[in-house]
């Protein structure tokens, strides 16, 4: 006898459904960040003939600090709230997407519920400790 699966009107939304559903989205957000970050990118380096490996770190991690042991005349354009909102950005939705996908991998491995909780524990403690020293080095530099 085989289980026939739910309707998708009764299965609801759990737990597990909305982290499936945030998986997908925040591999999406990291996509349009992380490209709009490169064409930010590309568009300035253009301007100032910035060459490949100045662009990609810009690109990564759009910060000031990165910018100034290279050539660049002007660092003044670099330092544009917008550039820090999409590092913080990138910054938040990378972390969380991969706790989360560290969460599930440990959720495989780990059998008891007590050990499960300490590690969710511990993952969410680092996941604020390195949210929090990126946001200070992003705006503070």
Do not use: C
């Not at 511990?122 to 949210?131: N, P, Q, R, V, Y």
């Amino acid at each position: 006898m085989k289980n026939k699966p739910l309707p998708l009107l009764k299965r609801g939304l759990n737990f597990e459904m909305l982290m499936w559903i945030f998986t997908r989205l925040s591999a999406l957000g990291m996509y349009v960040l992380i490209l709009t970050a490169a064409v930010g990118a590309l568009v300035m380096g253009a301007r100032t003939q910035m060459n490949i490996a100045d662009v990609l770190r810009w690109s990564f991690m759009p910060n000031t600090t990165h910018v100034q042991s290279t050539n660049i005349v002007a660092i003044d354009p670099w330092a544009h709230a917008f550039w820090k909102t999409v590092a913080s950005l990138t910054l938040l939705v990378a972390t969380a997407h991969g706790i989360h996908g560290l969460v599930v991998i440990a959720d495989d491995y780990i059998i008891k519920p007590l050990g499960r909780n300490i590690i969710r524990i511990i993952s969410i403690l680092f996941m604020l400790a390195m949210i929090s020293i990126g946001l200070y080095i992003i705006w503070t530099s």
